[in-house]
């Protein structure tokens, strides 16, 4: 495989600027004439559909979901970053850059990352401008938060909203277009193939979710904007529906799969509170601004009322251990530091697995509505689903897998290894390295989608004929659809009387367990030996009733987890050979003090994956090296 | 709060698809914690369903925080089950008492088609969106975030409008099936904002026409909607809406259709 980053050349901070110049146009009179498939709704797909249309591309739009509008982006809560440094704090591009790299653990690369800072000032705009209702000072400016891994209020928010309101803003924009006729929607409808011909993406196979029918697309490129792969752990903030499919299909047509081990771990959800749990909900980060977090400092403690436990007995532990970020300490470090609390045996709530997150000095400091008017919509959520008041008691949170940092390899044009497959949002890999900051994967969807692949898709559209439409009558098209129906007759065809539910959630055991907040050479080992046992079962044991042609939840969600089945392995794999400690991905053998130890030596680089043919084959491991000419190569301190 | 746990009686409308027929088939779980949300106690039932090899309910879910608007159920009569503010995916089980029965139906619309069990078509929505339920403003096109100064209370107002979550429960819930309060949540979201007074008069009228074509119902005050709405939308959202389009009717003309481009 060959992987050619393609960053352009020049100082850091004219690399996007020297390459928007270079990059080929094609004539807006041609641009009707090219066919754009995009596969997914969110703030990077419905952001990249709208947009290309606006430029005169003729798109075609896929979601899963019965709207665009429902796409999993709308459950961010707290914010959206931007340097525009309206605090007049000490904020710049090049600050959010730094801190990025610095927070991704050194593992992005500087040039993309580099780029994203310096459109963020334009997101912010552009999503003005479209009426997003951002939260401004009385004077109508707009105002601005502080968030984790930096020391200046750069997050722009919309309440507890923000993902919402952001969606919201690109869900309009793209009926806009579909009223205008520039985008064809095709919502209740998944993606299940990549075709390929001649080594280029031409198209995709999907099934209707409402009939069933199975049909298949043309397209000049496809863009796949498919979020991330979080829900391999089964419980997980993601919504339910979110899969690894579309990414996984890629990866089994020849895209690269780059640094699936990273996954993030959010400090602040809400606790498992039994096993008929179906998903875990997010606090959001924003709420570390004003709650404080602590634990007993005494076991005997820990099944006191909070209220019981004088302020000399509380150990407020982030505060202590990392004064000059306090409780605003990245999520990587954050998370570790409650499960260092907990295995202590100072957890609180249910099995211990539990820190308190409180706002009492918040409330006594700035009154309960200042709390309320900020964070209302939190707190009614937390109560609804604990039956506790957090006005009155603190709440109880634990970390939980959250976001993907890795997904598929893209150059700096968002292209795939796969030429005319882009990749964009959390479904790629590029921009957060081996953790991501708060506030920036809404910042990452719609950079990708208003402000760079609306350059890089022209740039590789214009060398390519548009009268080079394939065919959907052709072999290619053809094989792929059988292919797709012979695997949907498969997961019918099982005689077994396991649900997938009972499946998926054993996968999520092992994942946790093995390849969780804590990972070992020998606990990775058990998960490969573990899954390849499990994805046996699956197949023998599997019980889907009901019809292939026709609306089959049981079916749509046995397609997901049947690819989960195969990408927990490679996920475990990556865990395994990486071995050093970098942001989310923390192997015990590679600490000092608890904190994560990397290997630059070795490590500093992206691991890409390649498939090997089939499932049981060993994949092939090919490696992006990174370079950092601009932030210098450092151990990360928030102390 | 301690869980405890409840024995239902469930009665869940079945229907195959769109131009099947449907009807009630009833059902029982037991042991069902309080602390459990509605449709984890629905999954419960689906595992028991599949286990016996009848065929799952369907019912439509996605990231079951109350946010995405995707789940639709109405609970004994009422949209979302009738704890204030809440959407069916937050309701939890603490809300129910052991031994009750539950009805449970799809949202009941003529602009809504059930295609299956649970699950309903709302692309009436979209289309209404589609009609003028947005800023022209593309890409690129803006200035700088702060060269629009908007009063905190008109941001908070179009905040206020712009939680609606596109579910749908202020239709079912509405005797005649109107979508007004939809439609004046979002028409007041981008009207108390300066960035969308450019298109008012025709964004009224033209997404007002697109919710009658779409098969909704006229508006006769019930209030229906603001009881079941979810995000707590408020009512008088919809007298800014009636105001804007009496003006609209009045002094309404298209668009200028005469050509801008010069030669």
Redesign the interface.
């Known amino acids: 495989m060959k992987l050619d980053a393609r960053i352009p050349n020049g100082p850091i901070e004219e690399k996007w600027s020297n390459a928007k110049f270079e990059m080929k146009l094609v004539n807006p009179a041609n641009k009707r004439k090219y066919k754009v498939i995009v596969v997914g709704s969110g703030l990077a797909g419905g952001?990249a559909a709208?947009?290309l249309a606006?430029l005169g591309y003729d798109v075609a739009c896929f979601c899963f979901?019965?709207?665009?509008?429902?796409a999993?982006s709308?459950?961010a809560q707290g914010g959206i970053n931007a340097a525009?440094n309206?605090q007049n704090d000490g904020d710049s591009v090049h600050r959010l850059f730094y801190d990025t790299v610095k927070g991704g653990d050194f593992r992005s690369r500087e040039a993309n990352v580099h780029r994203r800072a310096e459109v963020s000032v334009?997101i912010?705009?552009?999503?003005?401008?479209?009426?997003v209702?951002?939260?401004?000072?009385?004077?109508?400016?707009?105002a601005n938060r502080r968030f984790g891994g930096a020391q200046v209020s750069r997050t722009f928010y919309?309440?507890g909203?923000t993902?919402?309101?952001l969606l919201?803003g690109v869900?309009?924009?793209l009926?806009?277009q579909?009223?205008a006729g520039k985008v064809k929607?095709f919502?209740r409808t998944e993606m299940l193939d990549v075709v390929m011909d001649n080594g280029r993406a031409v198209g995709i196979v999907v099934r209707d979710l409402?009939t069933g029918t199975i049909s298949s697309h043309a397209a000049h490129a496809v863009i796949l904007a498919t979020g991330g792969y979080g829900n391999v752990f089964y419980l997980s903030?993601n919504?339910?529906?979110s899969n690894v499919t579309e990414t996984y299909r890629a990866y089994k047509r020849g895209a690269g799969f780059a640094n699936p081990c990273y996954t993030q771990i959010h400090p602040t959800c809400i606790p498992v509170?039994?096993d008929?749990?179906?998903?875990l909900?997010l606090m959001s980060e924003s709420l570390r601004n004003d709650g404080r977090v602590w634990v007993p400092k005494k076991k005997e403690d820990i099944a006191k009322h909070p209220d019981q436990i004088a302020e000399s007995d509380r150990d407020y532990y982030l505060e202590r251990k990392y004064p000059s970020f306090g409780n605003l300490a990245p999520r990587d470090i954050s998370s570790r530091a409650a499960k260092e609390q907990c295995d202590d045996g100072r957890g609180v709530g249910p099995g211990g697995r539990g820190v308190y997150l409180d706002f009492r000095d918040g409330i006594k400091r700035d009154g309960a509505d200042k709390i309320r008017e900020k964070y209302g919509n939190l707190f009614?959520?937390y109560e609804?689903?604990?039956?506790?008041d957090p006005y009155k008691v603190p709440m109880r949170i634990y970390p939980a897998v959250h976001y993907a940092m890795g997904g598929l390899w893209v150059d700096y044009q968002l292209q795939t290894t796969i030429p005319g497959l882009f990749c964009l949002g959390e479904a790629n890999f590029s921009d957060h390295g081996a953790n991501r900051l708060g506030a920036s994967a809404l910042m990452q969807g719609l950079a990708d989608g208003?402000?760079v692949i609306?350059y890089t898709l022209g740039n590789y559209l214009a060398g390519v004929p548009a009268t080079s439409l394939a065919d959907v009558n052709s072999a290619a098209f053809k094989t792929s659809e059988t292919e797709v129906r012979a695997r949907l007759d498969k997961l019918m065809s099982g005689t077994g009387?396991r649900?997938v539910?009972?499946l998926w959630k054993e996968l999520g055991h092992i994942m946790w367990e093995n390849c969780g907040m804590a990972r070992s050479k020998e606990s990775l080992e058990k998960a490969l030996a573990e899954i390849p046992r499990l994805r046996e079962e699956f197949w023998r044991d599997l019980?889907v009733?009901?019809e292939r042609d026709?609306?089959n939840?049981?079916l749509e969600k046995a397609g997901r987890v049947a690819d989960f089945m195969e990408f927990g392995e490679l996920l475990c794999r990556d865990a395994l050979i990486r071995e050093e400690s970098c942001g989310g991905h923390f192997r015990v053998e590679h600490q000092v003090e608890g904190e994560a130890k990397r290997d630059d030596e070795r490590f500093c680089h992206a691991a890409v994956w390649e498939y090997a043919g089939s499932a049981d084959a060993t994949p092939i491991r090919n490696v992006e090296p990174l370079v950092f000419e601009n932030v210098k190569l450092a151990t990360r301190s928030y102390k | 709060m301690s869980a405890h746990s409840l024995n239902l009686t469930l009665h869940v409308w079945r229907q195959k698809n769109k131009n099947a027929k449907g009807d009630f088939v009833t059902y029982k779980v037991k042991d069902v914690s309080t602390h459990a949300s509605f449709l984890e106690m629905l999954d419960i039932l689906n595992e028991q369903l599949i286990a016996k090899g009848e065929e799952p309910v369907a019912f439509d879910h996605d990231c079951r925080e109350g946010i995405c608007g995707m789940c639709s159920l109405m609970i004994n009569g009422r949209a979302h089950g009738g704890q204030r503010a809440t959407t069916v995916c937050q309701l939890h089980m603490r809300f129910f008492k052991d031994g009750d029965e539950i009805w449970i139906e799809p949202w009941r619309a003529t602009a809504f088609p059930v295609l299956k069990d649970l699950c309903v078509d709302r692309s009436a929505f979209d289309r209404i969106i589609s009609a003028g339920g947005f800023i022209t403003a593309n890409a690129g096109s803006a200035p700088d975030a702060n060269d629009i100064l908007v009063p905190k209370e008109s941001a908070d107002r179009a905040m206020d409008a712009a939680a609606c979550i596109g579910c749908g429960a202020c239709v079912a819930a509405c005797p005649n099936g109107s979508a007004m309060l939809f439609v004046a949540a979002k028409l007041a979201h981008l009207h108390n904002l300066p960035q969308g007074a450019p298109e008012q008069m025709h964004r009224t009228r033209s997404m007002i026409g697109a919710m009658d074509a779409a098969g909704f119902g006229a508006c006769s005050n019930h209030y229906e909607c603001e009881a079941a709405c979810p995000k707590e939308i408020p009512r008088d959202v919809m007298a800014l809406t009636n105001r804007d389009y009496a003006r609209t009717s009045f002094a309404h003309r298209e668009r200028s259709s005469k050509s801008d481009g010069g030669g």
């Open positions: 952001a709208a947009t606006e979901q019965d709207s665009p509008r429902r999993h709308i459950a525009k309206y334009n912010i705009d552009q999503c003005t401008a479209m009426g209702p951002v939260a401004r000072e009385y004077g109508g400016t707009l919309a309440r909203q993902g919402q309101q919201l869900y309009s924009a009926q806009r579909i009223g929607m919502s409402v903030p919504a339910k529906g509170s039994g008929y749990q179906s998903k909900t009614d959520m609804r689903i604990t039956g506790e208003y402000f609306p009387k649900s539910e009972s019980s009733i009901g026709s609306f939840q049981s």
